[in-house]
């Protein structure tokens, strides 16, 4: 499996680019700098879940759907 | 919203009993301390993705189904 902190960045990267907005505005939505969004999109940051939920609030999405990054996982219920 | 921290807790705390395993025992597969397990499961620590990676595995579970804490959110599709 590939670095968590890679996965999420692309994730992150993904939901921003599909509501057309840039590292700025999330940032700004986030109450994060422009960098920092750029380093999490790299992979370059292991965030705590605190700001895991900033970036939720910021893309408009439930927690979880920030770790939805494999269709296949949809179909695990315990 | 309450805090994530104590909602990341109480989910890994109700995955946990589910499988009938001990603090400790799930302590053991994540390769955290039974103290640290503890702390976490009552809200009082703001952990990383890395060790939410950690849990997923010693849960045997998907990432994002540690944040799946409200069967509401399951609508949302972007």
Do not use: T
């Not at 996965?7 to 599909?18: D, Q, S, W």
């Not at 879940?49 to 494999?70: D, M, N, S, T």
Request: contains cysteine; hydrophobic residues 35%.
């Amino acid at each position: 499996m590939e670095n968590i902190n890679i996965l999420f960045g692309r994730r992150i990267k993904e939901l921003r680019l599909r509501q057309n907005i840039s590292q700025e505005e999330l940032g700004f939505r986030c109450q994060l700098s422009k960098n920092y969004v750029s380093d999490v999109e790299r992979g370059r940051r292991n965030v705590s879940i605190k700001v895991v939920e900033k970036f939720a609030a910021g893309l408009r999405v439930p927690v979880y759907y920030l770790f939805k990054w494999h269709d296949g996982d949809e179909s695990v219920h315990l």
